[in-house]
Structure formats: C-alpha cells, structure tokens
C-alpha cells in the first residue's frame, strides 16, 4: 500500500516568538510544498530518503539523527503494537528551503503524519496535526504548534495554543531569502534567556504585540492592506528588540520597505527570509528591488493545508 500527502509551507505574519508565550500569531500557508510518500514493505525496518539524507533502521532506535528524527518517531508510533504492517519506506520531496523560516520543517510533519498514518487507517485532519505536533516536538520541545497548524489547515489564522480560526484577506507576499540558514530551537532559546533576564521588559512587549494583533485582525478583515503594513513594520521593531534580527535582515528590511508596505521576518529570525507585504500596485517593483541581490519570490496563499497528492 502506497498513500501520498503534501503540505504547505508557513509565514509568520504576525507574533513568532511571543506565541509561545500565550500571545495570539498571525499566520499564512504559501503555495510551497513537501511531497511526502509512506510505503508498507516487507522488511521489518523504517526506511528513509530524503534531500538531506537517507536512514534505514530497525524499529525503537532512540538516537536517532535529528532532522529526520520526527519521521522515523511517526512510522515507529504507527508501527508499535500492530502486526499488519511490517516496515515502512517514506520518501520526502520539498520545494520549501530547508532552515528559513518558512516552515519547512512543520510541513514535512504534517505531510508525513498524514501518509505515514494513512497506511493504517483515515484518520481526521485534527489528528493529523496532533500527531505532526508529537513529532515536531522530538527536536523542538517548546514549539507552539503554530506552524503545523496553519500547514494542517491552510489559509490565513489567528493562533494561540488554545486553538485558531480561519480569516478571509486577500494580499501579496514578496519572500527574500538571506541564505543564512537558522535553528529555530536556538534561537527560541536566546528569546528565553532574554526573556529570563528582562522579565519586565519582555511582558511589556508581549502587551504590545498583543494589541498590535488585535488591530491587525481588524484591517485583515477590511482588506486594509496599507494601513496592516505600518502593523508589519512595528511588529519587526518588536523582534528587533528581543534579538532575533540581524545585520544581514536588517539590510533586507530597508530594501522591502522601500516599495512594499512594510516588511519584517516570517519565522524564528536571525537568518532565514523576511517577507514583504504588498498587492498587486507595488508586488513586482518590490520584486525587482530585490532580484538582482536576493533569492526571491511571489508567494500565493495556498488555501488547502494538508493534501493528497
Ligand atoms: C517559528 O516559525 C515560530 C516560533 O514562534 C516558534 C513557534 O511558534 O513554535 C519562533
């Protein structure tokens, strides 16, 4: 038996980092995938190949190497205290760039949640994103599930750890990538230290961005895409503040703002890409200020989330 699943990756647009704190985020599924193919076989082993590396081992390792560690836990959970299936092979294809803050990562989770428990049974969407969020958490223990979730379900959502609903907008999204690959699980640790260290300071901030959101939503909703930029730029300054920008993306962040209508990071930061809010007025000038020197592209809204393919 074969079962095929993709998923999307994710923008951050509002509220990375202080989500994991209790406060609400502001997410979008972006039409890049991870193609993810689950196989039963014979042999009693978990195969996997994958752009960054393959694996075959027998069933309850526990060290295992870390990037591709959440999709062995999902065949090995699906595999234990069952005899029908015997191994499984699963093969992963991605168009997301791998450490950019484009939920390359949550995607491949939930991708392989779906096949790898699509050879067992159907199971709901709900428990799909549960299981992609177990995995997620065998190499990043503090996620706060919003990258999975926005990649489960697609669109555009306002997450908190309690739950999200869906909000209908309509803009675009100009991605540049520094090419300065990042950990999201150390820079979350950094946050944490500034956080321990500036208790203060740090909730000042989570008030902030959590009025911030609430008028965000309120021009989402309107298709105030102007006036949600100035929203974009302020909620940058915020990430500035708690260290997780750069040099690098500070440069970028001047070039986005030119023409844009504000631009900030799309996901843990330090690295990775930032992303650049704009329509269909000023989308291709803000492309072109940034192609000659940046991996750059037009993202759409993929509305799907979690697909067969
Ligand atoms: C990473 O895309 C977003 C963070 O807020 C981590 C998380 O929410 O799990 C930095």
């Known amino acids: 038996m074969i079962t095929r699943f993709s998923a999307p990756g994710k923008v951050i647009l509002f509220g990375e ?20 193919t689950a196989e039963s076989i014979q042999e009693e082993k978990i195969i996997i190949k994958s752009e960054i590396g393959d694996l075959k081992l027998d069933k309850g390792v526990l060290d295992v190497d870390l990037p591709l560690k959440p999709i062995y836990f999902l065949a090995d959970k699906m595999l234990h205290g069952q ?30 949640a779906g096949a790898i428990s699509g050879l067992f049974s159907i199971k709901s969407k709900k428990e799909i994103l549960a299981l992609a969020i177990e995995a997620e958490k065998t190499i990043f223990k503090d996620t706060s599930g919003a990258d999975c979730t926005v990649s489960t379900f697609g669109g555009i959502i306002e997450y908190d750890k309690t739950g999200f609903s869906k909000i209908e907008s309509n803009f675009q999204l100009v991605i540049s990538n520094s090419n300065v690959k990042h950990s999201t699980e150390k820079i979350v640790g950094r946050v944490q ?52 920008s750069n040099d690098t993306l500070q440069k970028m962040i001047e070039i986005g703002d030119r023409s844009s209508y504000g631009s900030k990071i799309t996901g843990a930061g330090d690295g990775g890409c930032i992303y650049s809010l704009t329509d269909e007025t000023n989308a291709s ?14 993202a759409e809204i993929d509305l799907k989330g979690l697909d067969v393919f």
């Open 193 to 244: 230290e500034f956080k321990k260290e500036n208790e203060k300071e740090f909730s000042d901030f989570c008030a902030l961005e959590s009025d911030l959101i609430s008028d965000a939503l309120e021009l989402l909703k309107k298709n105030d895409i102007k006036k949600l930029g100035s929203l974009v730029v302020q909620n940058q300054k915020l990430l500035e503040k708690i260290g997780v």
């Open 285 to 298: 000038k803000t492309l072109d200020e940034f192609k000659s020197n940046y991996e750059c592209f037009l």
């Open 17 to 36: 980092h202080f989500v994991i704190y209790g406060v609400k985020a502001i997410l979008c599924a972006i039409n890049k995938r991870v193609f993810v």
């Open 83 to 112: 005899s029908k299936i015997k191994g499984i092979k699963v093969t992963i294809r991605s168009e997301i760039p791998i450490g950019a803050g484009l939920g390359s990562s949550s995607a491949c989770c939930v991708a392989a």
